[in-house]
């Protein structure tokens, strides 16, 4: 009965179901990913306006380009201090929201829902609500300030409160990712060094940094870059809200390679721009993936 | 004096508890805080809108006004377009990423490992790099403004491959020894024993991939070109910079297009922060 087994059609079935397996994802990603990697940077050697026509072969001048170009320096700037802004805000008060979920208490499914929801909720609509909480003269924000007596503000009408209103936007819609990562990584902790630490009088903060602390640390670092990454790429927020605007202020490195490429259809120069940011963000990432790989196992 | 100190040790966790419950109340309140001056917004006129000082609830609630933004915009299209391309590009990712995942993680075969690696490798690489070749493909293809446009580039992804590796990986042998030996071929293996065996894993994986596809943005935006055709994020926010000062509308609009995001989520949420806390994929 089992003699089917050895027939050399079965064999040869064996070998190829597979890679018939694979085909199918392999297939999409070869079309869809790394055949665009390579031929972006194919791109990015040519002076390549729009879609089809013209095009001639310079080199490494559209990197050049950018590299001393003004406006992509100010993009980088733009978004490194949208990154340096998030991540201490979305970070430490993610923590602190997790630590407060990490008791035994009723609830912590509502809280779950209510933190989660800026997260799920696209930055299109998000960006629109925003957009009229911060109106100056009709705006939420504003006439809660008023109320308490506080200061008003531009927002994001002035260039110079621009940026750390998007700040506040993207670490509100974060906080409850950084929640639920932190959350996991806590109730990882054993009870046992707690209860410990307990007998020999340790009290709330020692416990937290003698032994909440660093064992957290493969969380933190696996979140940390994380965050920059996903803050790094951050475009539809910025399309919602400013446009990159006002007076390029907001106008982060996506939002820069969108003009570049769909608007001004600068095809080549945008190709280097968008190599450019590969070269970071697979830095990142790759440090990240080491890290993934132990969070992942240790579940 | 004895009575007074068991009281204390039961009184002081529950203080505890009570403090926190306070604070992440009221956190809580700021976190949802935009989303209920979205619906109360949505629900006045426009007059009532530029009150100063503003009231929280409108008088009469003007359920006209979803009415009014449904008609401004083709809201009946954005919805349709995306959860056609939402439901075709799960499906595709369930189908591609089960194949894949059973073969990395049931079959030996020459190149497994290095393809592996090529599969991670895709995971590192930022999608901004692909938009301007793939828009250049679907010009190419003539699939600019098309379903195929939102559908095709999306059915395969990496993540789905891994979370389903991962869990098939513990299911025991035995299982598929006794099905190779009735002369079961691997594709009905995996239809027959793994995938029912998988329905948590699917389950989040489909969520995910659902809620991450209705939410894009930047695709949208540059391979659609035509109204009809749009994806809600980007038919919202198109709508939005028409729509001008028509608040109410906007947050009438906006709250069409977040309803059906926020109702998944709720009824899913156990599938959805297992599968962040799994891979760490925000969706």
Known sequence: ????????????????????????????????????????????????????????????SNYAQLLTSSEFLHSVKVTFAYVAGIIPIGMGLGLVVALLLNRKMRGVTMYRVLYYLPVVTAWAAIGVVWRWIYQPSYGLLNVVLERLGLPIGYWLSEPETAMPSLIAVGAWKVIGYNAVI??????????????????????????????????????TFFLLIVSVINSFQNFSGVYVMTKGGPMESTRV?????????????????????????????????????????NKVHYQ | MLALQINRRKLMPLLGNGIVHLILISFGIIMIAPFIWMVTTSLKTLPEVYMFPPKLL???????????????????????????????????????SSLAAYAFSRLRFPGRNWIFYCYLGTMMIPYQVTLIPSYMLMRWFGWIDTYQALIVPFLADTFGVFLLRQYF??????????????????????????????????????????????????????????????????????????????????????????????????????????????TGVKG
């Open chain 1, 182 to 219: 932190f959350l996991a990584g806590l109730q990882n902790v054993p009870q046992e060094l707690y209860e410990a630490a307990e007998i020999d009088g340790a009290g709330g903060l020692r416990k937290f940094t003698r032994i909440t602390w660093p064992l957290l640390t493969p969380t």
């Open chain 2, 169 to 278: 990986l513990t299911i025991p042998d035995s299982l598929e020894d006794a099905a190779l030996i009735d002369g079961c071929s691997r594709f009905r293996i995996l239809s027959s024993i793994f995938l029912p065996l998988s329905k948590p894993a699917l389950a989040t994986v489909a969520l995910m991939t659902f809620l991450k596809n209705w939410n894009s943005f930047f695709w949208p935006l540059i391979a659609i070109n035509s109204m009809k055709m749009r994806t809600l994020p980007v038919g919202l926010v198109l709508f939005v910079d028409e729509a001008g000062t028509q608040w109410h509308l906007q947050m009438a609009a906006s709250v069409i297009s977040i309803v059906p995001v926020i109702l998944l989520f709720v009824a899913a949420q156990k599938y959805f922060i297992r599968g962040i806390t799994l």
């Open chain 1, 253 to 293: 490195i996506v939002y820069y390679l969108y003009q570049q490429a769909f608007v001004f259809f600068n095809m080549g120069y945008a190709s280097a721009v968008a190599w450019i940011l590969v070269l970071v963000v697979f830095v990142l990432t790759l440090l990240q993936m080491k890290f993934a790989d």
């Open chain 2, 58 to 96: 409108p008088e009469k609630w003007q359920w006209s006004n979803y009415i009014e933004a449904w008609n401004y915009a083709p809201f009946g299209s954005f919805y349709f377009n995306s959860v056609f391309a939402g439901v075709m590009v799960t499906l595709g990712q369930l189908v591609t």
């Open chain 1, 1 to 60: 009965m089992s003699s089917h087994v050895n027939t050399r059609k079965y064999r040869l079935i064996e070998f190829f179901t597979p890679y018939a397996m694979l085909l199918p994802s392999a297939l999409v990603f070869a079309v869809f990913v790394i055949f665009p990697v390579f031929f972006s940077l194919y791109m990015s050697f040519f002076n390549w306006r729009a879609v089809s026509s013209t095009r001639e072969f310079i080199g490494i």
